[in-house]
């Protein structure tokens, strides 16, 4: 029974491996294929640290800021960005320094996430919670 066999390359769409032979009824024919994998060179090195908020409880009626830093300094362009719990983009600011104090849009009672990034990467996630 002649029997064809080609394997595809997942990443290009060509055609990595075909052949064709001749088998009995219900033999089992072993065979391997390699697939050349190449991985970028374009790694970006962060360093690890610890994003802090303080207060990471806010009261609104006497402050509607919090202050926010992260331990290791960071190289290019960092960013804060505020979401709720349904994952929606609230607002954002450059994070530019050491230590930085930013004046929150007016939230609602709830829980909150605050994200940093830096060049694409999320370096740290801290929880903030509103209480009216």
Avoid: C
Avoid at 82 to 101: P, S, T, W
Wanted: net charge neutral; glycine share 6%; proline share 6%.
């Amino acid at each position: 029974m002649k029997t064809q066999i080609w394997v595809t390359n997942p990443i290009t769409n060509e055609i990595a491996f075909n052949t064709q032979f001749f088998a009995e009824p219900g033999a089992l024919i072993p065979f391997s294929v390699q697939l050349p994998v190449s991985v970028e060179e374009n790694i970006v090195s962060i360093p690890a640290g610890k994003l802090h908020l303080y207060p990471s409880v806010l009261n609104p009626h006497w402050n509607e800021s919090i202050r926010i830093s992260y331990d290791t300094k960071l190289t290019g362009k960092a960013e804060l960005v505020l979401y709720d719990l349904k994952g929606r983009h609230l607002a954002e600011k450059v994070y530019d320094q050491n230590e930085i104090e930013w004046q929150l849009p007016k939230l609602s009672s709830g829980i909150y996430f605050v994200r940093l990034t830096n060049q694409g990467k999320a370096l740290g996630t801290a929880k903030l919670i509103i209480l009216k």
